[in-house]
């Protein structure tokens, strides 16, 4: 079992950045590390992934350039790092991880362990 514990979320302005942590209860370097966002109302959405051991990073089309996943596995946290922010930026980020490679990194039922989640409220 691996535990997930998401933070950094908040109420922002738009045009601010801001760094989402995950910290995980155990060592993830075999797992493809992966953030979703989830708006109200709204499907869960793949927001960008980082394969195992951080080899390669991965994000949706309207994800690449503004957002930045990162890793530590040396102290288990995965992190997002947003930046401009826009109101359509707001929604439940939530954390997750699958065991090994980044193949259907974009699925959600591929994920075997998620965070709570942590709300980023983007306001203008």
């Known amino acids: 079992q691996v535990q997930l514990v998401e933070s950094g979320g908040g109420l922002v302005q738009a045009g601010e950045s801001l760094r989402l942590s995950c910290t995980a209860s155990t060592r993830t370097t075999t797992y493809t590390m992966a953030w979703f966002r989830q708006a109200s109302g709204k499907e869960r959405e793949w927001i960008a992934a980082s394969s195992n051991a951080g080899a390669n990073s991965f994000y949706a089309d309207n994800a690449r350039g503004r957002f930045a996943i990162s890793r530590n596995d040396a102290a288990n946290t995965l992190y997002l790092d947003i930046n401009t922010l826009r109101r359509e930026d707001t929604g439940v980020y939530y954390c997750?991880?699958?065991?090994?490679?980044?193949?259907?990194?974009?699925?959600?039922?591929?994920?075997?362990?998620w965070g709570q989640g942590t709300q980023v409220t983007v306001s203008s």
């Open positions: 997750a991880a699958k065991p090994g490679s980044y193949a259907g990194r974009t699925v959600t039922t591929n994920y075997h362990f």
